[in-house]
């Protein structure tokens, strides 16, 4: 499984107010269609806030559980669905629990979700909306 | 506050357990000296693994609360403990709580912690062991 990290998700009780924290900050909102999530570029990857529902329910597990295993998922993005699937496998035969296998995600990626040993969320993405460049990184759209 | 994010933290309860699952990836350790953490370079940042009574200790945090409030840091590395402090402040006047101010740590870096809204925790971070390049990416020892 390629060691990078892509996206950050921090799943947050009111999104508003999370928002509104980061952006007092300082930070800059990457300009992104998506209602109900909010994305800001950090170097060559990417902070999202998103409602812990959705994380749960994205991700395959309770909600209720969520805060024992940290409501926060580490995303890895890869350049074709095929190659999801083949890091799912890699994860999987490495020990790691597949909460929610690949799939369709309804905004046009394809994703898959599984838990470390210790519980922390991975999402393997294909998302065509997000650029990777050749090291890696990933752009938001502007 | 600078919009990057220099490592994530995870806090485990199995550092052997976790290290391993991550090598069985084929993730390559960063050397470094340090006992009882393990870093991994991942693009411009990195992952690394610690035993969440560390990471709470370090944070002012209880264990036993960690469990709610997401047992990760994200830490923002700085050119100087001055960039420390004054990003501490930039923090505090967003709204964030702080859970442990600035301070000389045992390694000889200078790092104080604080509590976004959501209680995720934030570290800020001076590490003369880590290289920034000019864009802030974070650069871990050989």
């Given at each position: ?9 921090l ?23 998506a209602?109900?999530?909010?994305f ?15 994380l ?5 597990v309770e909600e209720a559980?969520l ?19 083949a890091?799912?496998?890699?994860a ?8 929610m ?7 046009g ?6 838990a470390?040993?210790?519980g922390?969320?991975?999402?393997i993405?294909w ?5 990777l ?5 990933v752009?938001?759209?502007?």
């Open positions: 499984m390629d060691q990078r990290i892509s996206l950050i998700t799943g947050v009780r009111d999104l508003n107010r999370a928002r509104a924290f980061y952006e007092r900050l300082g930070w800059k909102r990457a300009f992104f269609g209602e109900g999530v909010a800001f570029q950090t170097g060559g990857m990417a902070l999202a806030l998103y409602p812990r529902r959705d749960a329910k994205d991700a395959g559980n805060g024992e295993r940290a409501a926060v998922t580490l995303a890895l993005n890869m350049r074709s669905k095929e190659e999801v699937d890091s799912m496998a890699e999987e035969a490495a020990g790691a629990r597949i909460t296998p690949a799939r369709e995600a309804f905004w990626g394809y994703i898959g979700h599984f470390d040993p210790e922390f969320l991975w999402e993405a998302n065509p909306a997000f650029r460049t050749e090291d890696g990184s752009v938001l759209p502007d």
